[in-house]
């Protein structure tokens, strides 16, 4: 009894247990791997729950694979749990996985380095069922396959369905052969040979068979054991290790990659689940969903929407509606025209987020138990629902949770990414996007090879890879990962490796491109408990052959090297800030040991303090701020930041700017200086604004541009004032308009600097009086004060015109 099937089709395991029922089989042969045999047996546990799928994977090679997913409305599923609930054998007879993954293994290796595989000569294969829609004249084979199937009855005939099927799949194999896929006739052998063996030990008419549908028309015939046995002979083999892994239902669709996968199977699981009236309870499903996410969806909707896919099923000449109905209806009715809410329709009902769930009794790597014992513990239970989790790791459970989550990270196993916090930015908290995907089991397996823990694997992979890493950057890198996921077995050979390399690395852009990730490291001992003594003495090291090398490595760059040069000036500057002063972040300690890990990083700290780091820069940025062959945008950056920090006057900013912006110096170079110093988001635009005597000479520089130089130096400029947000802008613009004057200096004796005119707007400086009243809390009537502000503002609103930036802002 061969019962041809669409994978995870509902209408096929509809039709499969009621032949089931009527014929009561002593056998059912699956198509699926024989070495999950003895995991059959499993699917009648409790704890399981599918979608679910078995994996097998290589032992000598964890990271080669295969799947073979079950849904609750798949027909081998079905099959399998009829079998167990009857006391009856179930075995699965497709060719073993130690097979097809050594054929997979061998087809990688001679294949050619970035060589595509030739195309199938027909696409037949790929989907089957294609091909009989288009010739029954649909163009979407889902559609064909609800009308022939999900929406026609047996007509009491259960035998109907398969016979039918059967006839049709013959048709297609005696026009198209394998229709491009040879390995199917080794496959097809082997299942002969399995159906042979079971009819002989339960009786020809003891044994059915639930497999492809594409498959029967080649397992009637009979043919020679010998035949059988030819083809199977001398196939490559791989010993294999299979167990049940949690699927998802975004991987039983067609759009996640899956080759037998269905575009809707949210919606198929509807149709295979629902009692009766599968329409009208779909929609109300829809409705829910809706209202949930705040649409108004009342018991109308509902009905109006039913009403509506029962006219487009029949003007359409379905037998009921379809999933194209149903979503029409739902777009016309529920989302008022609009795919906006209709593509949440989709993402949560049609395809669906629902994770499958594996007995703890299944075959597991020793790493997956322990991931699954910490999992457990921690309370963070994988899901295929992308969410968000927030830590504070100033508590345990939550410190335990991102140690896991990076340790998880170091293995390749991408459960979590970190996200930027919408709340506190300090070093207490973090936050993770989580979402598992099925592939993450395999990603398990391979990192079984380091550990049968996660800590002793994480450990084992992370000194591994400090040994083979290619840069220095890597290897900082690497250092910062080690102490977020507190791996102190590991970071001493991180370490010792991070210093033979720093010591042999010459190059100044490696090591100042080091240098940030190291120090940030050393904020994390705070909150961790962690010992950043050694981190410490490496990153000031480290910090010492930075200065010496910059001042000769920022000679004779071109404009796209001037470029990067100045990114590597900004991430040393901010660098040496942390490692100078190592101010703790925000940090409550949990106890008295994290209290002495504390005072332990302090006196390391207090020892890199000693080594006048901050000064030694400062001295760095001098030089580069004066020396003429650093190119303009690396002397404008250290002006700025010597200024920033104190170190320069701003009487000797404005001369060196001057000297910058006289005639003598080529616009170009000029333009870049400019970049350099007020460019790239650092604030440099309100400089200008509360600096007149800055924007003066800027002001004053741009206008003197020859005509035949401005076009060079435009893109530039525009860069530069580009990145400004628009108030800072229209400010300038409005400074430019007024045109040049003179402004009394701030020093005792000043006569004047150049600047722009005061012309100062008494309504505008009005229209601020009431907020620092209400601010400073001297204005008992604050309704009055707000009132009395609002119309000021809009007033000097009136009065300025909200005039655009002009001049220099462009």
Sequence with gaps: ?????????????????????????RAVLIEGPPEADGLIPLAAEEDMRPPVALLAHAVDEPGRSSFWPF?????EWVAIRWALAHGVPARFIDLPAAHSLARAREEDAEAEPGETPPPEEEPLRSDPLAALAEAAGYDDAERWWEDVVEHRGTGGDVFAPFTVLEEAMGALRDAYGTGGRDQDLVREAYMRLQIRAAQKEFGDDGVAVVC??????ALRPKRTVAADRALLKGLPKVKADMTWVPWTNRRLARAGGYGAGIDSPGWYGHLFGAPDRPVERWLTKVAGLLREEDRIVSSAHVIEAVRLAETLAAMRGRPLPGLTETTDAVRAVMCDGSDVPLSLVRDRLVVGDVLGEVPESAPAVPLQRDLTRL????????????????????????????????RLRLLGVSWGEPTTSRGSTGTFRETWRLR???????RVAEAGVWGTTVLAATTAKAEADAVTARSLADITGLAEHCLLAELPDALPVVMRVLADRAALDADVGHLAQALPALVRSLRYGDVRATDTRALA???????????????????????????????????????????????PGERAPRDEAVQGERVVRDEAVQGVRGAGLRPRWHSVLHVLSVRDTVPGVVRGRAVRLLLDDGELALDEAARLMGLVLSPGTAP??????????VGGGSGGGMLLVHDERLLGLVDAWLTGVPADAFTDVLPLLRRTFSAYEPGVRRTLGELVRRGPGRRASATAGGGGIPGFADELDGDRADAVLPVVRLLLGLDDDREGAQADLGGRVNAGQEKTGGNDLVGVAG
């Design 1 to 25: 009894m061969l019962l041809g099937v669409r994978h995870h089709g509902p209408g096929s395991a509809r039709a499969v247990r009621a032949v089931l029922d009527a014929a009561r089989p």
């Design 71 to 75: 849904a609750e409305f798949s027909p």
């Design 212 to 217: 492809g549908a594409w498959h029967v028309p």
């Design 375 to 406: 999992q457990r513990r921690l309370r963070l239970k994988p899901e295929a629902l992308e969410r968000e989790l927030e830590l504070d790791l100033r508590k345990d459970n939550d410190a335990e949770r991102s140690r896991l989550l990076h």
């Design 436 to 442: 598992w995907e099925p592939e993450l089991s395999v």
């Design 537 to 583: 003495e490496v990153a000031a090291g480290l910090a010492e052959r930075v200065f010496v090398g910059l001042p000769p490595a920022c000679a004779a760059l071109d404009a796209e090297a001037a470029q990067e040069m100045r990114r590597h000036v900004d991430a040393v500057h901010g660098a040496v800030g942390l490692l100078a002063d190592a101010v």
């Design 668 to 677: 170009a170079d000029a333009a870049s200086w400019i970049e350099g110093f």
